[in-house]
């Protein structure tokens, strides 16, 4: 990855960081009012981890990764990808970096209702570089047999596994995950948390899963939590717990 942004004075420490948030600040004016989401935030991501955010709502989870992933601007700091900053780039270039490197999961999987699971993840791999083949990325999340289903025939859980699969079709460097278990029950969220868990170990790909539920924590190499906009403690994990062992 060698984008054309200048080049930030923040480089990472370790050679395989993917990402390296320094100083990252937040706020938005409302009226007289200044809210800040984020309040000096200093946060690495590295190559093959797969990272838990964790804390409650208002905490600055989600728009710290909204700010990784390109989809939000910070009011301050810098966030260095592969050695450029973010902060540096304009909206073309925000728009490329993330149809090329970052696959997003969302709380509501957004599919598109009149295309089949095998179409919907068809829209992403037409505009990517160098897509694997769409019913691939079906098969990775164990939906090779679903993928001529429309939305309307699939479970809630199935049908964030076809947005699994749409994120990753593109072979992301980043997949970011926004409470991707939060509209599920614990057996259909565990199904789902173990199809992101092998695309994080067969793929490599960074991956921060956001959530609320301190559960999760433990299938993280690295679980950051998250407090009134600062991140509070990190915890390190030398193994990481199987989804399919996780109970909430």
Known sequence: MSPDYSAAPNSPARPDAVFAARGLTKYYDMGEARVHALRGVDVDLYA?????????????????????????????GSVIYHGADLMQAGDRELTEYRRKYVGFVFQFYNLIPSLTALENVAAVTEIATSPMKPAEALEMVGLGNRMHHFPSQLSGGQQQRVAIARAIAKRPAVLLCDEPTGALDSETGIVVLEAIDKVNRELGAATAVITHNADIAAMADRVVHMSNGHISTIDHHATRCSPRDLHW
């Open 48 to 76: 093959g981890e797969l990272m838990v955010l964790l804390g409650p709502s208002g905490s600055g989870k989600s728009t710290l990764l909204n700010i990784l992933g390109g989809l939000d601007r910070a009011s301050g």
